[in-house]
């Protein structure tokens, strides 16, 4: 048999002195420190779709209702349609605002694509700031300074405008023959502008029309006169819903 191999650990000298007589060898044993245990990982969180945040955050939204002033307005209303004169005394009745609001008209229409053009026979009761197209213009559009609402133009200046067109373009200001703003007799055009003429046309992507035809402070008769101006210009037949209403007032549906 082999010789006996022990580990001889915290041995004092007299006892290690015993076992080196009896033949039996020591054998050292080391000892490997133990590495400490690093941390589990925390589980990662899936991360929410941008998506669902937007959900999240639309739920937290509170919605808020109509003021009393527009439900006890609306309360007065029968779900009927009204003759143009009577919508118009009932709009005066229940439009309670402290400024003189714009009375609009809505349509809704049969066919999808309706234009044209209307001078109203009151006008809409704003001040339409009309500039004839000059050299004046040109300098005014070199400093990006736009103070007309409409801009007529004769023939020979439209090559000069030609390069503003990027301004004057989305602004719906860039003269054009199919509005009237391009005339040979620029004056003319400019009192038409001026004294309530107006363009309709027909949403792009909606059989619907909206249109400002006067003020509330407007007598009925001259409301009465330009609702109907208007719808004779669209044509009933082109109409399957008239509605008026004023600034923050509920909107009355007209018998036509």
Do not use: W
Not at 125 to 144: F, M, Y
Not at 172 to 182: A, D, E, Q, S
């Amino acid at each position: 048999m082999g010789k006996k191999k022990i580990a001889l650990v915290d041995l004092s000298q007299s006892e290690k002195a015993e076992l080196k007589a009896t033949g039996v060898r020591s054998q050292k044993i080391s000892f490997k420190a133990k590495k400490p245990q690093e941390p589990e990982p925390a589980p990662i969180e899936p991360i929410e779709p941008a998506s669902a945040k937007a959900t999240a955050r639309q739920r937290k939204r509170v919605k808020h209702g109509r003021s009393q002033r527009y439900l006890d307005a609306k309360a007065k209303l029968k779900d009927e349609a009204y003759p143009v004169d009577q919508a118009v005394a009932l709009l005066k009745e229940i439009s309670r605002v402290k400024f003189d609001p714009s009375v609009e008209l809505h349509l809704n229409l049969i066919v999808d694509k309706v234009g044209g053009e209307l001078q109203l026979p009151h006008g809409t009761g704003k001040t339409v700031r009309v500039e004839i197209a000059s050299d004046k213009t040109l300098v005014k559009l070199n400093d990006n300074k736009i103070d007309f609402d409409v801009l007529i133009a004769a023939p020979m200046m439209m090559p000069k405008l030609a390069k503003y067109a990027k301004i004057l373009g989305p602004k719906g200001l860039m003269p054009n023959p199919k509005n009237g703003t391009i005339s040979s007799d620029p004056e003319a055009a400019a009192k038409k502008f001026a004294g309530g003429l107006i363009h309709y046309k027909s949403e792009p992507k909606a059989p619907l029309m909206h249109l400002v035809v006067g003020k509330l402070s407007f007598t009925d008769k001259d409301l009465i006169d330009n609702l109907r101006a208007v719808i004779d210009s669209v044509a009933i037949k082109n109409i399957s819903a008239a509605f008026i209403c004023s600034s923050m007032s509920p909107s009355i549906r007209l018998a036509i």
